[in-house]
């Protein structure tokens, strides 16, 4: 492809990256503020609830909304298939709900318009559809003879059509470091770690795109004609970019199945109830658990009648609940995780097979929208709950209530308010470093530069081929 | 002029060019691999598309199992409370507050053509546990499935029909005339007596045709052993999908040859194919989502979480004024039972209960409606343009003979909010008479019946006439145009 429509293309495939960019613009902009005024409203509502009892407040509990990532505009990663909040209460673990991909059509699985669909996904075919006649037009036009009679060596000739096609796609190459410098203007949030990691982004995507240049280049050098060369380009585009991820993803999980949804709050349940048999005789009873502890405290204390309890033994109850509660779905949510990360294993042995998977998964963990990211959120926010269960069942395990008959149901109304609510800080997510994103992805980063040597030494041989044969 | 057996030449030429066809794509090592891997994509395509249907029905298999353990369970002890005459408090279960609390399954068991498609099946429920207490919490509870594996999307036999066979279908034939024409055949060929028109167009329809048994092949050899699905139920549904899978190769294979027409060079035709293809399957579609969303916008989740809240934190005053509203509106129900059970029990405050179970129910129908509406019409306005894209046209159409469609989705769910309302409703008359639930009553409760995905033949077939007239309008075209 020469000329006008060169041209033509290459603006167009910018145009359509600052459309990816100014497209997302005003969902991002509208998720970041309406999850922070969320979060916001629901701090006021947790403070303001008005005086009532600790364990009537665990019941209503509060909402964690995750924060949009501010790289999400530009990867969106798994971001749409993943809860955006989770209702903490007493007693349960709830999982984070209201995936976005939910309330959207079944269209959005072709591929989410993003920068990063136009660079990862996109920019390889128009990188192909030029890269493809760069040695094989001159191969069977009898221009490559013509400069070998010259005496340009083979790998002059290398290096210069690796600067000629890599010229083309300077645009998309400087894109990402663009937007590290300009959208700091725009929005604070991408200014620090936001820039530094956008500036690595840019750095993963120049390697790719390099290796697709280098390999425009071998291919094209084999083939017998441009238009081979395309296809054969195309092919390996189709099997890294649409079939060799999807693979991965269904052998996953014929090799290593999560349970269905059912079965895990079976097992959960079933987790649950063992804890209150194993525990307390059988009986799935809050009342037997009040007993027992009851007793207990009554030994610890050395005292012989309840009422003589410096502490009140129904919050030491509640708490013991918890952690039952929590020991099963720490087992049940583990086993899932760990199913989860078996089949992510799957992924990254991806990355081997195909850059633009290794691209993927390193982008999307610097963008923090991968898995680990949405494990993160589901794990801060129920260390948070945690926390927040515990303050407000130690608070009635301070207040003794003599006149409590767990068998009755009858008790003192103990109440708190305010300084109580205060006493649960705000909901914060964890920021991990840049270095912390990148340890759990070094494999990504080595199938990256393997890609890019190994492309290096095809577009070599590719020349050499194409040399021979018109030698 | 036409000379007496012009006809019958010709015809044999074409056999003749047909069978040397087979040959010469057998030789062809890049063209083997490419109906290799058709063979190979397809099988696999169908495999997961089973993988995915037995995982539903092993599910839903447990599910089941599940339900009538505890449906027997509560009427043994149902019949046992009879027999030793219980005191209906709320630790018997005929007390209607403990028979309401009882956990109800609802499924919905995949469609006879599941396998075609996972669609939405893999993000939005098809069963469901509800009870009067978890009533909000349950009424969402979707599949688990890995967040990376659902953002991807799954190489079922939609994704292969829609986005991969247009693609193996222009390795096959970018290179129509250009490959004859580079290698100097051509003048040879068109002394054979067949027309080179002719020729290309029967050599275009003969590689479609071998993808088609390929795929056939591959198809039907992985869903004979592994699914069985080929039941009575299934047959429409997969005799419309291979009708629509076949016009869509058959359009691909048109516009090869349209292509081909225009004379240019092997690169030309494969960019050209190429471009048509990344626009049919990613940018149409992408383009039209968007537009639809932009259209049709849904609300914020995030004020949701905060109704959600704000709602059950003034739940008394709301439970009170929900109870007044219902005692209006249902004055039968304020004819108390018997006197002195009613005074044995804080008669208000259960069907003050379940009356803001019914008003937070009513508020979270609303609510869901609030989103699926906008959804629907988002649907229902790419529907309108899936004509613009063969690769989106197809794969809608496969969600819906598969039953995956978002509007099966969203079906099931308006089906599960109206059968808890009447479940609701069913209560509210023994909770005000203060009377005892019996296993009879239990059994006479309104059951669920899922309304099982008919396959749209209708839409098939409109489809299908459009893959037909677009396709045979390229093959005029390219017949008209045709520039060897």
């Not at chain 1, 996109?122 to 192909?128: C, Y």
């Not at chain 2, 225009?262 to 960019?271: D, M, Q, R, T």
């Not at chain 2, 989106?392 to 469609?405: D, E, P, Q, T």
Request: charged share 20%; glycine share 8%.
């Amino acid at each position: 492809m020469r000329g006008g429509g060169a041209v033509l293309l290459l603006l167009g495939q910018v145009a359509l990256l600052a459309a990816a960019v100014a497209v997302r613009w005003p969902g991002y902009v509208e998720a970041r503020e309406d999850k922070r005024a969320a979060a916001d409203t629901l701090r006021s509502l947790w403070l303001n609830q008005g005086e009532k009892g600790p364990h009537s407040a665990g019941h209503l509990g509060t909402v964690a909304v995750r924060p949009q990532p501010p790289l999400s505009l530009l990867v969106p990663g798994i971001e749409a298939y993943t809860g955006q909040w989770v209702r903490l209460v007493t007693h349960t673990q709830n999982e984070p709900a209201r995936r976005p991909a939910e309330d959207r059509g079944p269209g959005r699985r072709f591929g989410e318009m993003s920068a990063f669909f136009v660079l990862a996904y996109l920019t390889p075919l128009v990188v192909f559809a030029f890269g493809s006649d760069v040695v094989a037009r001159e191969s069977s036009g009898g221009t490559l003879a013509l400069l070998l009679a010259q005496g340009v060596t083979p790998a002059r000739l290398l290096a210069g059509k690796i600067l000629g096609v890599t010229a083309l796609f300077l645009p998309q190459g400087l894109f990402p470091f663009a937007l590290a410098a300009l959208l700091p203007a725009w929005a604070p949030e991408f200014s620090g770690a936001g820039q530094q990691r956008l500036v690595l982004i840019g750095l993963a995507f120049a390697a790719y795109l390099a290796t697709l240049v280098l390999l425009a280049i071998g291919v094209s050098g084999f083939a017998r004609s441009a238009g081979a060369a395309l296809v054969a380009l195309l092919a390996l585009w189709f099997a890294g970019a649409l079939v060799a991820p999807r693979v991965a993803a269904s052998v996953a999980e014929a090799v290593d199945r999560a349970p269905s949804s059912f079965a895990f709050r079976r097992a959960y349940d079933q987790g649950l109830g063992d804890a209150y048999v194993m525990g307390y005789g059988g009986a799935n009873s809050f009342t037997r658990v009040f007993e027992k502890v009851q007793a207990e405290l009554m030994r610890e204390h050395g005292v012989s009648r309840p009422q003589d309890l410096p502490v009140n033994a129904f919050g030491y109850a509640l708490e013991e609940t918890e952690e039952m509660g929590q020991r099963s779905y720490d087992a049940s949510f583990g086993s899932l995780a760990d199913a989860f990360e078996r089949q992510a294993r799957w992924q990254r042995l991806a990355a081997w097979l195909s850059p633009a998977a290794a691209l993927r998964n390193l982008s999307e963990a610097l963008a923090e929208t991968d898995h680990a990211a949405h494990l993160r959120f589901v794990r801060d926010a129920e260390g948070y709950r945690r926390g927040m269960m515990k303050t407000l069942n130690m608070e009635l395990a301070a207040r003794p209530d003599p006149s409590f008959d767990i068998r009755a149901r009858r008790g003192a109304p103990l109440v708190s308010g305010r300084e109580l609510w205060e006493k649960v800080p705000a909901f914060a997510a964890t920021r991990p470093s840049t270095r912390r994103l990148l340890a759990g992805h070094v494999q990504e980063a080595c199938a990256l530069g393997l890609w890019l040597a190994a492309s290096l030494v095809f577009a070599g041989l590719g020349l050499r081929s194409a040399c021979a044969r018109v030698q | 002029m036409k000379r007496p057996g012009d006809g019958d030449v010709a015809w044999r030429s074409l056999r003749n060019e047909l069978r040397f066809e087979g040959r010469r794509l057998m030789a062809s090592g890049g063209r083997r691999f490419v109906l290799a891997v058709a063979l190979a994509m397809a099988a696999f395509s169908a495999w997961a598309g089973t993988d995915w249907r037995r995982f539903q029905g092993g599910a839903l298999d447990d599910f089941a199992a599940e339900a009538a353990r505890l449906h027997r369970a509560y009427l043994a002890d149902a019949a046992k409370a009879i027999a030793e005459r219980w005191p209906s408090d709320l630790s018997s279960p005929l007390h209607p507050v403990s028979s309401y609390w009882k956990r109800v399954h609802v499924a919905e068991p995949p469609a006879p053509g599941a396998s075609l498609a996972v669609g939405q099946s893999d993000l939005m429920p098809y069963y469901a546990v509800f009870n009067g207490v978890e009533d909000q919490v349950l009424q969402f509870a979707a599949e688990i499935q890995n967040p990376s594996h659902l953002a991807l999307g799954r190489l079922d036999l939609a994704f292969w029909a829609a986005i991969l066979l247009p693609m193996l279908m222009v390795a096959l034939a970018y290179d129509l005339v250009a490959e004859e024409r580079d290698a100097g055949r051509l003048p040879l060929l068109g002394l054979s007596g067949v027309g080179l028109r002719r020729l290309f167009l029967a050599r275009v329809l003969y590689r479609a045709g071998a993808l088609a048994v390929l795929s056939l092949i591959g198809i039907a050899s992985v869903m004979l052993a592994r699914d069985g699905s080929l039941q009575p139920g299934g047959i429409t549904s997969f005799a419309l999908a291979a009708l629509l899978v076949g016009l869509h190769l058959l359009l691909w294979a048109a516009l090869a040859f349209w292509v081909a027409s225009l004379g240019g060079s092997s690169s030309f035709g494969a960019l050209l194919l190429a471009g048509f293809w990344v626009a049919s399957a990613f940018v149409v579609p992408g383009l039209l989502q968007t537009a639809a969303e932009l259209r049709h916008p849904t609300p914020s989740r995030n004020r949701e979480a905060i109704d959600l809240l704000r709602g059950e934190a003034t739940a008394d005053s709301r439970r009170d004024a929900a109870l007044a509203a219902l005692r209006v509106e249902r004055p039968e129900l304020n004819t108390p039972g018997d006197p002195a059970r009613q005074a044995a029990v804080k008669i208000e405050w259960y069907p003050g209960f379940l009356a803001y179970q019914r008003s937070v129910s009513r508020d979270g129908q609303a609510l869901a409606r609030s989103f699926r509406e906008p959804i629907l019409d988002q649907e229902r306005l790419i529907d309108r343009w899936r004509f613009l894209s063969p690769s989106l046209s197809v794969s809608r159409a496969l969600r819906s003979l598969a039953g995956a469609a978002y509007e099966d989705r969203a079906r099931f769910v308006a089906d599960l909010e109206d059968f808890r309302a009447r479940r609701r409703e069913a209560y509210l008359g023994k909770l005000f008479r203060n009377e005892v639930v019996t296993p009879a009553d239990v059994e006479a409760l309104p059951s669920f019946t899922a309304r099982p995905a008919v396959p749209d033949v209708a839409r098939a077939l409109a489809d299908a006439a459009w893959l037909a007239g677009v396709s045979g309008l390229l093959m005029l075209l390219g017949w008209r145009a045709f520039r060897a």
